[in-house]
Each structure stands twice: as C-alpha cells, then as structure tokens.
C-alpha cells in the first residue's frame, strides 16, 4: 500500500472559484506506527506554510481497504466542496482547505448492513461475511507464540469442536479480548472464557434468560456439537465477534499512538508558525474512524492547543463515551476529555436505519461488567450500545441536545451545548455506510463555517 503514497498530496479536488485542494493520505501500521514518513513530514510542511485556512483530517471505519478508504474521501470532500461552491463559501480570501485521509488495517469482516455505494459483496443478510484466513492471520497475531498452532487446530475443526474444546478455544481467544481495556468506558478488559460463552451466545447465561438444551440432547463433553444444538461453538462466530472487537481496540491504539502525535505535531507547528497560527483543524471520522479521531484528540497527554471541530459520522462507539458518572460510582465516559478539546459542538450522527449500529454491534463488543445488564431506560440495549445507532447519552443537563438532521439550507444551532446528536432516521442516513451525502455535507459546511455559514 505505502508504495503507492507519493510523498507529496496524493491528487487534488478543483473549486468554482479554480482552487486545487490537496488530498494528502497518511497510512499507519496496527499499533500506530506511520507508514509514510516522507509524506507526513511534506503534509507538516505544507501545514507551516501558511497557505492553508483549514486542515481536515478524515478516518475511515471498519472494513475499509485502500480503494474503498479513498473513494470515501473523493465521495464526500467532492460533495462537500460542491455545496460551499453552491453557497458561494470557497472564496479563497476566506476558505483554503487541505484534505489529510488517514489509512489504517481495519479489515477482517464485512457486514452486509455495510452494502453501501462503497462497500460491496457483502453477500447474504444474516450474517457477518469473513475473510476468514486474514482474520485468524490477524487473531493470531495477538496470540502467545505457544497457542498458536493449537487455535488454528481447533479453528479448522469447524462445527466438530467438542463442548470442551469449545470452552478451549474461548480460552485461548479471551487472551485477544483481554489484551486492551474499554477506553471508551474506561473499564478494564477483564473477561473470561465463561464469560465469552455467554456473549458469543445468551443461551449460555445463567441470567434466566436461557440454557442449554435438556441433558438428552446436550452433547457430552467428549462428543462433537451436533447442528442445532451448539451450533455457536462453530468457531466462526466466534472469530466474528473476536475481529470486531479487534479493530475497535486497534483504531484506539492507531488513533492513540499514530494520529495523536501527528495531530500533535499539526497543532505545534501551528502555534510556532505565526503564518499560520490562525488555521483551523477540523476532525472527521466514519464507523471506527470516529474512535480514531477521539483517541487521537483524548490520548496525546497535551496538545498544544484546540481544534476548532470534530464531526462523527455512525460513531461505532459507545453512546456513553461522553458521559458523566456513567456508571454513578464517578467513572465518566472515555472521550469526556474531548469535550474541553474542541472549539465548536461537537457533531455525531446517528440513525434507526443502522441495523449494524442498532442490532449486531452491542452484542459484539460487550465486555464482562455488561453481562446480564438491564437496559438503561428501556432504550439503548446497553451500556455498549453505539453512538451511531442511538445518539449520546450519559450527558449532564444543557451538555449535550437532539435534533433531526436538517435539509440543506437550514441552518445549524452551534451554540448552548457541547454536543449535537443528528438523527437522519428519516432516511437522511438510510445506513451505517450511507454518510457521504448531501445532508452529511451540509453538516459539515455548518460545522466548519460557523459564524460564516449561509
């Protein structure tokens, strides 16, 4: 992939008014490691000259390759540019954007409610459809060289683990899900193998709300796990939920070790560079690129200054990970930080059309504090609930409001709280993979223009 990147912008998007806006893409390896160097130290130099009122820096999301991430970024900078222009806002006296991508391994699974414009071959719409080699490549990998072998053993078993190496390979897995913490809650990950039982499937909780079949039909625990029975044995779901919980960990540690010191080093080279101490940077992150983008903003220990916004677009996050005593023991939400980091509101979409946001992912990420919870005001099913599908919660009073996402052309409100949910359920947002659109545009232009909006 780095191969590609050309250390200078990697092509530019053209303006009525004769603007060339450069794009540049900066790849970063799973633990945070930037993969182009050259390109991101041209992308500072660009940043210190001073030609630039505006820098935007977009995260992709889950299951996003290299030409589906790139074809995002052409897909909304170019509807986003032709809105200002139809608005008369990309005067270059006032506005003079530089577009940064981001790029980092996110894929191992595709879920069909991500068959959007851009994502494609998702296949039927029960299930999550895995590249399933890359996935155990990528599981494994985060494995102790001495359980290796033995998990693609008991992988390649398929539906003929036993109950006991069924629990074996829960084990084996929960080192994965052990390996990082829930930044998001600011829980740790402390989980069992009975407890990924029960996620991976309820019929395994002792909540009441479900067992195993009767004794005569259970299998015993030296006999293969017949069809129908234990069919969540089958180690593929299994890996589903273990790769989704993957990426939601890796996007915080690319965000946290990767984007956070480049977003460092913009916002240094801004304050030393009186040419350019007045540009603004602007935020921008889809699915899991949302946690990205805050991991980036929440994790650096100091950055030199705000930023002026952030939007988020089907956050796959927890809806709580702003909140304040989430938990009324005084534990507040992992991306609170956020909130005294920018500028402006904070905008996050969200809509009842994500069945991925709404119906899967909740049930994928939740850890062992979530097991056998009640549903928190009979609304969200959970503490892990995501953002994208319901909207912040957790909020103090006059923190956070809702509205409906509004057509193009009505304004925005931008002041009297710190976070504005946009509900598009009316079809505005018709999915998890349906946020580059004219209503997701027109969020932006608001966002960024402020008190210079149409």
């Known amino acids: 992939m780095t191969s590609s990147i050309p250390t200078g912008p990697f092509e530019f998007f053209s303006t009525n008014s004769g603007q060339k806006v450069p794009l540049y893409l900066i790849p970063f390896d799973k633990k945070g490691r930037c993969e182009g160097p050259l390109t991101q130290d041209e992308l500072l130099h660009a940043v210190a000259s001073g030609e630039f009122t505006d820098i935007h820096i977009f995260s992709h999301g889950w299951n996003n390759i290299f030409k589906e991430a790139l074809e995002r970024y052409r897909s909304f900078f170019t509807g986003y540019l032709s809105i200002r222009d139809q608005f008369g806002l990309n005067n270059p006296e006032v506005y003079r954007p530089l577009?940064?991508?981001?790029?980092?391994?996110?894929?191992?699974?595709?879920?069909?409610?991500?068959?959007?414009?851009?994502?494609?071959?998702?296949?039927?719409?029960?299930?999550?459809?895995?590249?399933?080699?890359?996935?155990?490549?990528?599981?494994?990998?985060?494995?102790?060289?001495?359980?290796?072998?033995?998990?693609?053993?008991?992988?390649?078993?398929?539906?003929?683990?036993?109950?006991?190496?069924?629990?074996?390979?829960?084990?084996?897995?929960?080192?994965?899900?052990?390996?990082?913490?829930?930044?998001?809650?600011?829980?740790?990950?402390?989980?069992?193998?009975?407890?990924?039982?029960?996620?991976?499937?309820?019929?395994?909780?002792?909540?009441?709300?479900?067992?195993?079949?009767?004794?005569?039909?259970?299998?015993?625990?030296?006999?293969?796990?017949?069809?129908?029975?234990?069919?969540?044995?089958?180690?593929?779901?299994?890996?589903?939920?273990?790769?989704?919980?993957?990426?939601?960990?890796?996007?915080?540690?690319?965000?946290?070790?990767?984007?956070?010191?480049?977003?460092?080093?913009?916002?240094?080279?801004?304050?030393?560079?009186?040419?350019?101490?007045?540009?603004?940077?602007?935020?921008?992150?889809?699915?899991?690129?949302?946690?990205?983008?805050?991991?980036?903003?929440?994790?650096?220990?100091?950055?030199?200054?705000?930023?002026?916004?952030?939007?988020?677009?089907?956050?796959?996050?927890?809806?709580?990970?702003?909140?304040?005593?989430?938990?009324?023991?005084?534990?507040?939400?992992?991306?609170?930080?956020?909130?005294?980091?920018?500028?402006?509101?904070?905008?996050?979409?969200?809509?009842?059309?994500?069945?991925?946001?709404?119906k899967f992912f909740h049930l994928a990420v939740r850890r062992d504090s979530d097991l056998g919870e009640q549903k928190i005001a009979g609304i969200p099913p959970s503490k892990f609930a995501a953002l994208g599908g319901f909207g912040p919660g957790g909020m103090q009073n006059g923190e956070s409001k809702t509205i409906p996402m509004p057509e193009v052309g009505t304004r925005y409100p931008l002041e009297g709280f710190k976070i504005l949910g946009i509900d598009g359920s009316d079809d505005k947002i018709k999915g998890h993979g349906d946020v580059s659109n004219r209503f997701t545009e027109w969020a932006l232009v608001n966002l960024v223009s402020g008190e210079k909006r149409p």
Not at 215 to 238: C, M, Y
Not at 308 to 325: D, K
């Open 99 to 358: 577009f940064v991508g981001i790029l980092w391994p996110s894929t191992a699974l595709v879920l069909p409610w991500e068959e959007g414009p851009d994502i494609a071959g998702a296949g039927g719409q029960d299930q999550p459809i895995l590249d399933e080699q890359f996935a155990l490549r990528e599981l494994a990998s985060d494995l102790p060289d001495d359980r290796v072998s033995r998990f693609y053993e008991l992988a390649q078993r398929g539906r003929t683990l036993t109950r006991v190496e069924g629990i074996e390979f829960a084990e084996i897995l929960s080192i994965v899900y052990r390996k990082y913490g829930d930044t998001e809650l600011g829980t740790d990950a402390n989980i069992s193998a009975d407890d990924l039982l029960k996620v991976w499937h309820p019929s395994m909780d002792d909540s009441g709300e479900g067992g195993f079949a009767p004794d005569e039909t259970e299998p015993k625990s030296d006999q293969p796990a017949t069809a129908g029975v234990l069919d969540f044995l089958d180690p593929r779901n299994a890996i589903r939920m273990a790769t989704v919980w993957q990426m939601k960990d890796r996007a915080g540690t690319v965000g946290a070790h990767g984007v956070g010191p480049m977003l460092h080093d913009i916002l240094k080279t801004l304050e030393e560079e009186e040419k350019a101490r007045n540009t603004r940077v602007h935020l921008m992150g889809h699915s899991y690129g949302a946690k990205v983008v805050l991991s980036a903003l929440c994790y650096p220990s100091n950055l030199p200054r705000k930023i002026t916004s952030t939007l988020l677009l089907q956050p796959a996050i927890s809806y709580l990970c702003f909140g304040e005593n989430i938990d009324e023991n005084g534990r507040h939400g992992g991306f609170r930080k956020a909130l005294q980091s920018v500028d402006r509101p904070i905008f996050t979409t969200f809509s009842k059309n994500d069945a991925a946001l709404t």
